[in-house]
């Protein structure tokens, strides 16, 4: 079969260096020449972002930050920057505090610096998504692409092991969707496997030990590998789903995308060999779904949605909305009947079986 596909890679400058994200931070705004800086840090990252920044001075310390970017916030947030002339964001946290400076680049077009303190790998996307009236939008703009990211593993040594597993999970969804979503080729697909197996590995250090820092290097380097296949392969099945069950009925996300995994795995895989054949090798199983499963059980990750507030009453209007949304690409069609039972087993934490 010929080679025949369409790859785009996003320019970033990428600084790894466990206990140096204030020193490449440093360099990295002397470099810019950046004078009125602006950190978006939440309250709870206030203790790291204090040490990220020491050796900066910091113009606007904007802490106002939720999960899903509720548009709300994304408009404060950008009346702030504009009304401080700001011209570097420097935004220290996970997912929601990278969302929150994308939606400020996005129409301002204010450079970004990203140091994540979990493993989601936004801030090695160009997505953007933002909340408003229950309904969370996404879509693509180089515009916020952080153009440098530090990784830094000591800055999250401090996340729990709950949350650490299940930010790692996250970034594994990014990795299995990218084996089939709309853009999905053959570079894409090998970042995606090499992420599995980084995180894997990274994940099952941290479930032993929580202070494992060389565990914690290799979860960010997974981190950072599948937001990489996922940043080319674009959105897929899962990704649809977490979408709307995040922005609808505002569930946690780490933990929405740990507990639809498995049954989009469960779903696709049968219609895609070489997705089953990658995944099953990264995670050095027989079967991608077999694999999986035992990482789950080894690292005792959340399996339920009904364990974070969501009502089995929401998952007829879960069907509905997430059918408008079902890539067309998808290796499987996709029914109201499919989704109906996938979000059933998930509800509860059955494992799926499709055939």
């Known amino acids: 079969m010929p080679i025949d596909f369409d790859h785009h ?110 493993y989601a790998g936004s801030e090695a996307t160009n997505v953007w998504g933002i909340t408003e009236e229950s309904r969370k939008t996404t879509g693509v703009a180089n515009v916020v692409l952080p153009g440098t990211i530090i990784y830094d593993a000591s800055l999250t040594v401090s996340l729990p092991k709950e949350l650490s597993i299940a930010s790692g999970m996250n970034g594994m969804a990014h990795c299995v969707d990218s084996m089939w979503a709309p853009r999905s080729n053959p570079i894409a697909r090998s970042l995606a496997e090499e992420g599995i197996r980084a995180l894997a590995k990274g994940l099952r250090g941290i479930a032993h030990d929580g202070s494992d820092m060389e565990a914690r290097e290799w979860a960010l380097f ?24 995040g922005g609808r009925f505002d569930l946690p996300h780490a933990q929405t995308h740990t507990v639809i995994l498995p049954h989009v795995l469960a779903f696709n895989v049968s219609a895609s060999a070489e997705a089953d054949e990658r995944i099953a ?75």
């Open 9 to 118: 890679a996003l320019a970033q400058r990428i600084r790894f260096g466990s206990g140096k994200a204030a020193q490449i931070l440093a360099e990295e705004v002397a470099e810019r020449g950046a004078k009125r800086i602006m950190l978006i840090a939440s309250e709870y990252e206030q203790t790291l972002a204090r040490v990220v920044t020491k050796d900066i001075e910091i113009l606007v310390d904007h802490r106002d930050v939720a999960p899903h970017v509720p548009i709300d916030k994304a408009r404060s947030a950008r009346t702030i920057a504009a009304e401080n002339g700001v011209d570097l964001i420097v935004c220290v946290g996970g997912g929601s505090t990278t969302g929150l400076a994308k939606a400020v680049a996005l129409t301002s077009g204010i450079p970004i610096v990203a140091v994540p303190t979990t």
């Open 281 to 355: 090798r990264a995670l050095g199983a027989t079967s991608a779904l077999a694999g999986l499963d035992a990482l789950y059980e080894e690292l005792d990750a959340p399996r339920a949605l009904g364990d974070f507030e969501f009502l089995r009453e929401n998952i007829a209007e879960s069907v509905e909305l997430v059918m408008e949304v079902v890539p067309p690409s998808n290796p499987r069609l996709v029914t109201s009947d499919d989704l109906t039972e996938l979000l059933e087993n998930a509800f509860v934490g059955n494992r799926s079986v499709f055939v």
């Open 222 to 245: 997974g981190a950072y590998a599948s937001a990489s296949s996922f940043s080319s392969a674009g959105s897929g099945l899962h990704h649809k789903i977490c979408h709307v069950l």
